[in-house]
């Protein structure tokens, strides 16, 4: 029982270039969500997915987007990377009551 | 805007020391949840409380919901308990949105 798991753990990007992070949970949890965690600032919310087929955008979508392949995996996509986006990215599922949260071990992003 | 606060942002304690970490939350959120995050980055979900009071091993979660105010008391304090302590708030309304406090850096001082 793994949890929830992220690929990859580090990444250095340049200016424009594009990434996918993955997301897979093994709990059977319907709401699945990503998070970018910044010095100084709370985890703020990107994405969030309520059930397989639907999506939502949270606080910061812009730059972002994401797909929620299944029930286990969501996975978020940087398109054009930017310096604002360098950041540390924390993929979560929950399940429904009381929505309680399970996080994966996040991964460290460096856009140059 | 639900919004969480929490207080102080840095605490350092000498080991075995009674620890409380404050959290004040605003209208709109209906339960807490308190997580801790490792020195190496990794969450780990703590208690989650919508009433009342919790307790596992020397971690204890309070929630007062009149005055929405929530704490997170460590006794006997550990070096291994150092880490950054999160509150975040669940909020009402049928979403499963939450809002997150910016946390607590909890050194502990052999």
Not at chain 1, 64 to 93: D, G, H, I, M, W
Not at chain 1, 95 to 100: I, W
Not at chain 2, 92 to 107: D, R
Request: hydrophobic fraction near 30%.
């Amino acid at each position: 029982n793994a949890g929830v798991t992220q690929t990859p753990k580090f990444q250095v990007l340049k200016t424009g270039q594009s990434m996918t992070l993955q997301c897979a949970q093994d709990m059977n949890h319907n709401s699945m969500y990503w998070y970018r965690q910044d010095p100084g600032m709370g985890l703020r919310l990107i994405y969030y997915s309520a059930s397989e087929g639907t999506t939502d955008k949270g606080e910061v979508p812009n730059g972002y987007n994401v797909s929620r392949l299944n029930k286990r995996e969501f996975s978020l996509r940087l398109e054009s990377a930017a310096p604002s986006q360098t950041s540390v990215y924390f993929c979560a599922s929950s399940d429904d009551s009381p929505y309680e949260q399970y996080f994966g071990p996040g991964t460290r992003l460096t856009v140059t | 805007k639900n919004e969480v606060e929490q207080s102080p942002q840095n605490l350092t304690a000498q080991e075995g020391e009674f620890i409380t970490i404050n959290c004040s939350y605003s209208v709109g959120i209906s339960a807490l949840h308190w997580l801790q995050q490792h020195p190496g980055g990794g969450i780990v979900s703590l208690f989650m409380l919508s009433s009342g009071k919790k307790k596992h091993g020397r971690l204890i979660a309070t929630i007062n919901i009149q005055e929405k105010h929530s704490s997170l008391h460590i006794t006997a304090s550990h070096p291994r308990d150092s880490a950054v302590y999160i509150c975040a708030g669940m909020n009402s309304g049928g979403y499963q949105k939450v809002t997150f406090g910016i946390g607590t850096k909890l050194q502990v001082i052999p």
